[in-house]
């Protein structure tokens, strides 16, 4: 590994003083699951790498006044998994959270990590998608709140500037009579990434579908919303019928390519079962069932 420098900031203003001299040579760690074996493996050479684990705002986890929840970037996979009330409220992050590599991993795995890796295949990117949650960024020029639709731009590239950190995210409170699910496909059971994951997100009203939302990983360069599918189920009865339609649709949000894990017709055989799959769980959860 090559030698860096180590900065360790106690408050958030130190911590973008350093990113403000350092720029495009800096890296922040939190948990270190993904940034220590690029390192290892000399795809990043950081000439100053910012420990983040002095910086107790980063790790907030808590209910806002509009009965959401701010989740910050440094709160692990391990705590969302657990956390009785991110399982109750939004049961597709929390489940996302419980597929991140083995325990140990997910103690130290930071939700802000798996976002700002840029992962196709990051797990809890297409739940904070469906659940319409916002990206909270502190730079020199104050913050801003970023749909977390539109802060990807490409493989392992945000909208972050390298000026600017991730602070939080901001994640609305459910919608009356909603549920959602997150299911993925891998080749082995546990320890591996995705293939394709699938997060749906449903509310019900008036005996129909009020809202939609299906979110897409591993199926192109950044993970993706299934809009044509999500404007199917709008207004219409939650039949099986219309899921299977909405699964169809699903389809063509993907962009997947072919690889050692898996060929694009493959994928796209996955996000139409995993969106049927997703979709009927949400429709449970939104209906009163577990």
Request: net charge positive.
């Amino acid at each position: 590994m090559r030698r860096f420098e180590l900065a360790v900031p106690q408050k958030i203003d130190e911590c973008l003083a350093v990113l403000a001299q350092r720029g495009p040579d800096a890296r922040v760690v939190a948990g270190g699951t993904d940034l220590l074996p690029q390192l290892k493996n000399h795809l990043l050479r950081p000439a100053c790498v910012i420990d983040l684990s002095g910086l107790a705002d980063l790790r907030v986890l808590e209910r806002d006044p509009g009965g959401g929840f701010r989740i910050g970037a440094a709160v692990t996979a391990r705590a969302l998994e657990q956390h009785a009330g991110i399982r109750a409220a939004h049961p597709a992050l929390a489940e996302s959270a419980a597929l991140v590599g083995s325990v140990q991993i997910r103690n130290l795995a930071t939700l802000g990590g798996n976002v700002c890796n840029a992962a196709p295949s990051a797990d809890m990117a297409p739940p904070l998608m469906a659940l319409e949650a916002e990206a909270v960024i502190v730079g020199p020029r104050g913050r801003r709140r970023v749909p977390l639709t539109e802060f990807f731009v490409g493989v392992r590239r945000t909208v972050l500037a390298p000026d600017e950190l991730l602070l939080e995210f901001a994640v609305p409170a459910p919608l009356p009579r909603s549920g959602g699910s997150y299911l993925r496909h891998t080749p082995r059971r546990e320890l591996d990434i995705a293939v394709v994951g699938v997060a749906s997100q449903v509310a019900l009203a008036d005996g129909v579908c009020g809202t939609a939302r299906i979110a897409l990983a591993a199926v192109a360069p950044t993970p993706v919303r299934a809009t044509a599918a999500e404007q199917a189920l709008v207004g219409q009865p939650l039949t099986p019928a219309a899921i299977e339609r909405a699964a169809e649709l699903a389809v063509q949000a993907a962009r997947p390519i072919d690889d050692q894990r898996g060929s694009a017709e493959f994928r796209r055989h996955l996000v139409r079962v995993l969106t049927r799959r997703t979709l009927t769980r949400a429709l449970q959860r939104a209906s009163g069932g577990s």
